[in-house]
């Protein structure tokens, strides 16, 4: 770095807080970073990188405007201009079956905080997540690694690939997305709008199970409260209470 500036305790001389700027970098057992400026706050064992902000640590590369790691914790805060990349073997990091494993999986927001104890990562501002074809944005979302759950909310819009090679993929938008590991389910809630194709499908709610080996494609679909289907080719409409959707064949039952 080009200045750096030391303040140590009077009485008893211990390291108050480093301050360097002018570019500075840092690394610590398998985590590094850099950024223009920095301060180190040595009794909260807390570091702040500002500008151009970037970490490196297993499985992920975050870069911010401002980046906040509180050693004691694990606790890694990002702000503005977020980016991060989870690579092709970080554990569960992508929010699980959402997307398909081996590959780098990629999320952007207008802030970020990483919970390392938790498991937790908290995605807000514009928050998106991709891979490939298959997407979540929102203005939220969570991703639990301990409980193998993605939770979106706000204006969410989903895209989900087709099972087939060259296979068209889903939208969906909801107010909320809650996914499941577990069931391999992705739960849709609020004014659930499904496009794939010609097709639509809207209802109040809607539940999709996702295939599973080869990651996270649509299989089927089930919605539930006021649903409508509409052919846009076509222009044939159905209603009812509950329709259910079924990806291979592209047909829809109403009841």
Do not use: H
């Amino acid at each position: 770095s080009e200045t750096l500036d030391a303040r140590f305790d009077q009485g008893s001389g211990e390291l108050l807080s480093l301050t360097q700027g002018g570019g500075t970098r840092f690394e610590q057992d398998k985590r590094k970073g850099s950024a223009t400026d920095s301060v180190y706050e040595q009794a909260l064992g807390r570091l702040l990188l500002t500008g151009n902000a970037r970490v490196d640590q297993p499985s992920v590369a975050i870069a911010a405007d401002k980046i906040t790691i509180t050693e004691p914790t694990g606790q890694l805060d990002a702000a503005g201009r977020v980016t991060a990349r989870y690579s092709e073997d970080a554990p569960s990091a992508d929010g699980d079956g959402m997307f398909e494993p081996g590959e780098p999986v990629f999320a952007a927001a207008d802030t970020m905080s990483s919970d390392q104890g938790k498991g937790r990562i908290v995605y807000e501002g514009r928050a998106r997540l991709w891979q490939k074809v298959n997407r979540v944005e929102a203005k939220r979302i969570v991703v639990d690694r301990t409980a193998k759950t993605l939770d979106a909310d706000g204006e969410v819009r989903s895209t989900l690939r087709g099972a087939e090679e060259g296979a068209q993929p889903a939208l969906v938008r909801s107010k909320r997305l809650l996914y499941r590991e577990q069931e391999r389910q992705a739960q849709y809630r609020g004014e659930v709008q499904l496009t794939r194709g010609p097709l639509r499908v809207l209802g109040d709610e809607l539940d999709a199970k996702l295939t599973g080996e080869s990651g996270a494609s649509l299989e089927s679909a089930e919605a539930r409260g006021g649903v409508e289907v509409l052919q846009t080719e076509s222009g044939q409409k159905g209603f009812g209470d509950k329709a259910r959707y079924e990806a291979a064949t592209e047909q829809v039952v109403l009841d």
